[in-house]
């Protein structure tokens, strides 16, 4: 399925510098749910994590199952057409190969690759392996490279890109055959791979970028599907979506993901100091953020949540103080307006849990500025 959206959604906006526009869409965790498949599949996903060595797992994201914001891109001479998730929690970009002999099911969207049918396509012998979150899900197959472009036009590319083709991937389907929203994962992370880089360090390395960097700008869409909900830029700033810049963090290179310092976490009259090891990793595929434990039993109570045992609830007009973050001595405040949404039967959704992670919430009340070459991570106001 390739997302149309009636607007301009991928621009040249200088030499070096474009973007594409993210769509939002329903989680894999929303399909189960409204079909009344959760609990099987956590049941299918425990008995496969049984046989799993979870040492292999090289991803941050838990499964994808709260994946929300979507990327269209072609691969290709003709161009083939693909939705995939832009994953700053792993390294490796890859799509279903054509011939895939192992795939428990065909892609969600029914789009896969054929290198046959690109006469730009060069299959190197190389291979490659991911696995993500807890190691219930993962992919493997050969790599190749092609033109690669991101967005719905056609003025940029990024000539032999490496990617690969996915002859085998567990656990991106549930029960009754219900798909995650994607056909592939566009990995961001700042680890380099041997065999298949990520696409921004090809964008780097060929000289196609103002500056070595990447911009995240998310909307807030509730239940929307199909619609556009931010904006990836990349060699620059998102500066009609981004205000100045107003803090930033450092990460440390080599790494799988964007891990930074935060020194404390505060709600109402509740302040945590946290050890300087405790790392929040920033999470565009997690729907949620996580806070140490008293703050998330406050904050559960002060908006009268209830739980049907896959998610929390509250009314949606509830209201609460801001979770404050304090990173580099400055103050990150996400308001209730983010964690409380999705309306569903006249109430919310509730995306706050227990332990300390930075997703949507997050990642929608900042710009995120991915700085590779100075390895930070710059925070703006979004203007709107």
């Keep these: 399925m390739w997302y149309i959206v009636f607007s301009a959604l991928f621009s040249l906006t200088s030499a070096a510098v474009f973007y594409a526009e993210l769509t939002k869409v329903e989680s894999f965790r929303e399909r189960l749910v409204r079909a009344g498949e959760w609990e099987n599949y956590l049941r299918e996903k425990e008995a496969h994590l049984q046989k799993f060595d979870k040492s292999e797992s090289q991803s941050t994201l838990y499964d994808y199952e709260d994946s929300e914001y979507v990327i269209n891109i072609t691969i290709g001479t003709p161009p083939q057409f693909f939705v995939v998730l832009p ?46 979150g807890d190691g219930s899900a993962g992919s493997s197959g050969d790599v190749a490279e092609d033109v690669l472009t991101i967005g719905d036009d056609q003025n940029f590319t990024v000539q032999n890109t490496a990617f690969g083709l996915a002859s085998y991937f567990h656990n991106f389907v549930g029960a009754s055959e219900i798909f995650h929203p994607f056909d592939g994962i566009f990995g961001l992370s700042p680890e380099q791979d041997a065999n298949v880089s990520s696409p921004i360090f090809t964008m780097i390395e060929q000289n196609l970028l103002d500056q070595s ?16 909900a931010g904006r990836l830029t990349f060699g620059g700033i998102d500066e009609e979506n981004c205000g100045p810049v107003i803090g930033y963090a450092n990460f440390t290179l080599p790494s799988w993901y964007y891990s930074i310092l935060v020194d ?27 806070v140490p434990n008293e703050i998330f039993n406050k904050y559960i109570v002060d908006v009268n949540a209830t739980t049907d045992g896959s998610y929390y609830y509250a009314d949606c007009n509830a209201t609460t103080d801001p979770v404050i973050f304090i990173i580099g001595g400055h103050e990150y405040e996400v308001e209730s307006q983010q964690l409380i949404t999705d309306p569903e039967n006249d109430t919310c959704r509730l995306y706050i849990g227990s332990g300390l992670g930075l997703g949507d919430p997050f990642m929608r009340s900042y710009c995120h500025v991915f700085d590779i070459g100075n390895e930070r991570i710059d925070f703006a106001k979004p203007k709107a």
């Design 264 to 290: 404390q976490v505060a709600y109402k009259d509740i302040v945590i100091k946290l050890e300087t090891d405790n790392l929040a990793r920033i999470d565009s595929g997690n729907a949620w953020i996580f």
């Design 87 to 132: 994953d700053i929690g792993s390294n490796i970009f890859w799509v279903v190969d054509k011939n895939c002999p192992n795939c428990e099911y065909p892609p969600p969207n029914g789009d896969r690759f054929d290198p046959s049918q690109s006469s730009t396509c060069n299959e190197t012998g190389k291979t490659y392996h991911i696995a993500y």
């Design 213 to 228: 960097i990447f911009t995240f700008y998310l909307q807030r869409r509730g239940h929307a599907e199909g619609v556009p």
